[in-house]
């Protein structure tokens, strides 16, 4: 049996650990490639776009896939409709492993927003000193906003356009709450910016913030294809799997 995972997030990693080594089970990562020192899981791993639905149905066909698992980023665009439109057009189920979004809690001081553009609206109202938290893409909705002081952290160096007054952080998660609290302590933070990533790998910016009664502007996700199985943990995606693999086991021995 043949799964394809589709990747680039530290779920779709776990998951591959998880099936690696199953006896009868082929696992084949892909990794959209925006990364350049991506932290790669066991088994085969491929790195680079599809093209497209249909340049994703004819390598499910080529490659003989029997199942795929959609376990990309919350925010990562047009893959999850392409992965349902060649799913469906290939015959091959579909399971999406989406880790939950964030709630606020009490003392929370949270603003949502549905885009970067909407976020980058709502800050001069609510500070001068920005910690973002978005990733290198999209800086440039921040960078007409020149009165205000940014400190953006992401895995890799952003590229222009950008804020005028930023300091770029290079870092990559999980991050630890008292490492947060001096951050925004020595930084003098007084907004933070983030997506509404989920999973505990970087929620603890958002205690961080509580602590020291900051606003934090959310960016809420895209809307996502509808109408598939969605679990929220590599676990349950392990035995959606596991299950497959036994039907098609005993039909083998029939």
């Known amino acids: 049996m043949h ?8 779920e779709a990693r776990r998951l591959a650990e998880l099936l690696h080594g199953t006896p009868g089970l082929k696992v084949t990562s892909s990794l959209a490639g925006r990364v350049a020192a991506p932290r790669l899981p066991p088994g085969e791993v491929r790195v680079g776009g599809f093209g497209g639905a249909g340049a994703l149905t004819t390598w499910l066909r080529e490659h003989a896939v029997d199942a795929v698992v959609d376990a990309t980023h919350p925010f990562a665009g047009t893959i999850g409709f392409h992965a349902v439109a060649a799913a469906a057009a290939a015959r091959v189920p579909l399971l999406a492993l989406r880790r939950p979004g964030w709630s606020p809690v009490e003392g929370d001081r949270w603003y949502d927003a549905h885009s970067l553009a909407e976020a980058a609206a ?5 500070g001068r ?5 978005t990733g290198r893409m999209g800086l440039a909705a921040f960078a ?8 953006a952290r992401s895995v890799e160096a952003p590229e222009p356009p950008c804020p005028a007054a930023m300091e770029v952080l290079l870092d990559r998660g999980p991050f ?21 990533s989920g999973g505990t790998a970087t929620a603890p910016k ?3 913030a509580r602590e020291a009664g900051l606003p934090v502007v959310v960016v809420r ?3 996502a294809p509808a109408g ?7 676990q349950e995606a392990t035995r959606w799997i596991e299950a497959r693999l036994d039907r098609k086991g005993r039909r083998r021995t029939r």
């Open 3 to 10: 799964v394809l995972i589709l990747g680039g997030t530290a």
């Open 122 to 126: 709502l800050l001069p109202r609510l």
């Open 129 to 133: 000193r920005i910690f973002l938290t």
């Open 144 to 151: 007409g906003l020149d009165d205000l002081w940014f400190l």
């Open 176 to 196: 630890t709450l008292d490492g947060e609290r001096e951050l925004l302590r020595r930084h003098r933070v007084d907004v933070l910016v983030t997506k509404d």
């Open 206 to 208: 958002l205690t961080a």
């Open 221 to 223: 996700r895209p809307p």
């Open 228 to 234: 598939l199985p969605v679990v929220p943990d590599p």
